[in-house]
């Protein structure tokens, strides 16, 4: 069966720096991979989607890269603030039926935490 | 404002009490989504609705119920609640999941169950 896997070990950098968090999964060829941020007992929000054609995507100070030989994507938050202290979880979309214009549906990794320290 | 409700916030009850909680979407969203949220489990699909009386299992969809009579409300009804339900529950929509038009979740801000 395809998984994800994210660090389950909380990231600490200092303020200012990059932040880079890592999606791996196995199993599977997803043609859609998503980030969202989650809060402490809130819902998930969504950042960015890359389609599996795409190598990179940048919004702002987010950079997403996917990487479907290597099966895995980065997900980079540059110049890093304390408010972006949260857990970042990834989601693939698993086909839930084949041919042009399939569905798909999100299956979601576990998140990491990241903790920004000022 | 577009989003999606979920009430009630927590819900503490006990064992055997049949509760349903409620969700609603104003984006006039197709596909909608519950996930149950479990330490070091991550978040676990339910049950999701494709549109209007269509509904399919998730990964997790024993002791849970749904239905979808409108495309705004998808209600998770549990008829018999037992203490290993307790969870963090997740109500999601969106717009679409067709591969051309596949398009991000918007979540709702989660109810705490509790069954003692």
């Known amino acids: 069966s395809q998984k994800i896997e994210q660090n389950s070990e909380a990231l600490n950098i200092q303020e200012g720096k990059t932040a880079t968090l890592t999606c791996n999964y196995t199993?599977?060829?997803?043609?859609?991979l998503q980030w969202y941020r989650q809060d402490p007992g809130r819902g998930p929000v969504f950042l960015l989607l890359?389609?599996?054609?795409?190598k990179e995507k940048r919004k702002e100070r987010l950079k997403v890269t996917f990487d479907t030989t290597l099966k895995q994507s980065l997900f980079h938050i540059t110049a890093s603030q304390p408010a972006d202290s949260a857990t970042y979880l990834c989601?693939?979309?698993?086909?839930?039926?084949?041919?042009?214009?399939?569905?798909?549906?999100?299956?979601f990794g576990r998140g990491t935490s990241l903790i920004v320290h000022p | 404002e577009a989003q999606v409700t979920q009430n009630p916030r927590y819900l503490i009850t006990v064992t055997g009490k049949k509760l349903t909680v409620t969700c609603s979407q104003n984006?006039?969203?197709?596909?909608m989504s519950w996930y149950r949220q479990d330490p070091g489990l991550g978040l676990r699909q339910i049950y999701y609705?494709?549109?209007?009386?269509?509904?399919d299992k998730g990964d997790v969809p024993e002791g849970y119920k749904v239905s979808r009579k409108e495309k705004r409300n998808f209600p998770l009804i549990l008829e018999s609640p037992s203490p290993n339900q307790t969870s963090l529950y997740f109500c999601?929509?969106?717009?679409?999941?067709?591969?051309?038009?596949?398009?991000?979740?918007?979540f709702g801000n989660g109810t705490r169950l509790t069954v003692t």
């Open positions: 999601a929509s969106s717009l679409s999941i067709q591969g051309f038009y596949n398009s991000p979740l918007h």
């Open positions: 199993n599977y060829s997803p043609a859609y």
């Open positions: 890359i389609r599996e054609n795409e």
């Open positions: 989601a693939l979309d698993m086909i839930l039926s084949g041919g042009t214009g399939g569905s798909y549906i999100p299956t």
């Open positions: 984006m006039n969203h197709e596909y």
């Open positions: 609705s494709m549109n209007v009386e269509v509904t």
